[in-house]
């Protein structure tokens, strides 16, 4: 008998009307012989909301009360969908994280799941029972209620279907699947019918919606197959597997864009061995992810100057660690946030040529000015003036054949 993980997203569960309507799509599934455990986001909105009361007391929120109260969205839309099968003749029941349970590394608003106790639901699921199970959350071996992070629904559910080995773990969204590039920009982004593993992972850290990184990133190393598709159609999704499993015709499979990124360039630093490491030493320790690095050509062979960008809600903290940071010397320091990434992704691109060359040509006939650049093998991405997000990226949906 076929066992699935269904998650469903905030928007999916975001009214009675549509939690009764996941409802439907449970029993259909349970009915062609499919046993069905189901991961659940709060309602959409509902996490945001918790958010905004908890900075009423404090923006300093204790963090152990912090998970304790944003935990609480998923426990409404579990006992709702479970009283909606109940409803409906399903047997269900609603799985809270200290009933299974989700053991995480504890660490509070960022844990990672280490493992779940099987034997209970395995048990509900050949007695003919739905289990319905919170995503986001879990519990550490401390008894405390730890969250899993914004996004942190997807990982569950991929967590689900590894340690309860699933034939399959299907993303259930308010879309129809993975996309070219953000459909609600781009009115002629298509559907990608098949993604590999690496390039959703490249797209989903790049700034697509649609699924948590994190969440791919275990899903490759397991390798279980992902389907992401609409809960308000039966169109097929988009299935992310392993490449091999894919013929590749274009060199580009999307355009993704964020921006959550802020560039930072210390001037006048002294260019000697070890500085570099010096800068970011202190941001490593402080978990603060520096993507892009530049360093200029030493002109004077004495100082040079050294751009990277990070996290835009980083940025002071980021500073704040440099001008305390007794090990380097430089001049000044300047941040500018009006800046987005945009990338193109595409295992395709591995064995065609002139790919950089048509970015940025195309960039260029758009008057477009590139501020910093990042590659890897499948992924080409540039730092730009946060005005000119849109028209690069319909520039390079339509030169890249994806319109």
Known sequence: MTKKVLKFGGTSVGTVERIQHVAKIIKKEQSSGTKVIAVLSAM?????????????????????????LISSGEQ????????ALIKLNIKAKSWMNWQIPILTDGEHANSRIINMNVEKIDKYL????????PGFQGISKNGDITSIGRGGSDATAVAVAKIFKADACEIYTDVDGVFS????????????DKISYDEMLELSSLGAKVMQSSAVQTAMMYDIPLEVRSTFTERKGTK?????????TKSVTGVAYSKDDAKVTIIGVEDKPGVAANIFEPLSKAHINVDMVIQNISSDQKTTD???TVKRDEVSKTEILLE?????????????????????????????PGVTYRMFRALSDEGINILAIS????????????????KAVKKLHTVFDLD
Request: aromatic share 6%; with cysteine; glycine share 6%.
């Open 126 to 133: 050949e007695e003919g029972g739905v289990a319905i199970i």
């Open 375 to 390: 590659t890897s093998e499948i992924k080409l991405s540039v730092i730009i003036d946060e005005d000119n997000t849109l």
């Open 240 to 248: 992310i597997f392993s490449q091999e499993n894919i013929d590749y």
């Open 76 to 83: 409404v839309t579990c006992a709702l969908l479970s009283g």
């Open 306 to 308: 050294i751009t990277f």
């Open 44 to 68: 959409a909105g509902k996490t945001d909301e918790l958010i905004k009361l908890s900075n009423e007391i404090s923006v300093e929120f204790n963090k152990r009360e912090f998970d304790v």
């Open 181 to 192: 590039t953000d459909p609600n920009k781009i009115p002629v982004a298509k559907k990608i």
């Open 324 to 352: 305390y940071n007794s090990t380097i010397k430089y001049k000044e320091i300047i941040q500018n946030k009006k800046v987005s990434k945009v990338s193109i992704v595409g295992a395709g691109m591995v064995s065609t």
